[in-house]
């Protein structure tokens, strides 16, 4: 609107936004009637948010730090952690289906927990079984299967 006060025409402002010379002049005559309120989009149908922005934007934050910070005893997030994030931190009680699903629009995914085993170094298994061995390092002990084993 501001170009067209400027005294740009109709089909310049039509190139410069890539759309009809008809739909700048339904803009033109939209704010004749309107005002100012016709540049405002219309308010979304559906239903609205459970979480509100005060909500989502600190969700937001959180979901993008481990949930130890939180209080929460884990290192990944899931949605009965978020949940449980929800309760305590923004008295929000929601369910976990929804929670997951604020997780996704937020750009998040819920992954599998990673489980990883350590691997003993050799230093380390020499230095265990000195420690843990009942017999001397030099004694044969005789194995399950009958044989006689080295100590």
């Avoid at 459970?50 to 990944?76: H, I, K």
Wanted: glycine fraction near 10%.
């Amino acid at each position: 609107m501001l170009l067209l006060l400027a005294g740009w025409k109709s089909t310049a402002l039509a190139e410069f936004f890539g759309v009809s010379r008809w739909a700048v002049c339904q803009w033109i005559g939209g704010a004749n009637q309107q005002g100012l309120r016709s540049v405002e989009p219309p308010p979304a149908p559906g239903r609205k948010p459970w979480l509100g922005t005060a909500v989502q934007q600190p969700l937001d934050l959180a979901l993008q730090a481990s949930p130890e910070p939180c209080g929460l005893n884990r290192t990944r997030w899931e949605g009965v952690l978020v949940v449980e994030y929800l309760r305590r931190c923004h008295q929000v009680e929601l369910k976990v289906r929804p929670a997951q699903r604020y997780v996704r629009r937020l750009g998040f995914t819920l992954q599998m927990p990673i489980y990883r085993y350590l691997q003993a170094k050799q230093k380390g298994v020499v230095k265990f079984h000195r420690a843990v061995k009942k017999t001397p390092q030099d004694a044969e002990v005789l194995s399950p299967a009958g044989g006689a084993l080295s100590g």
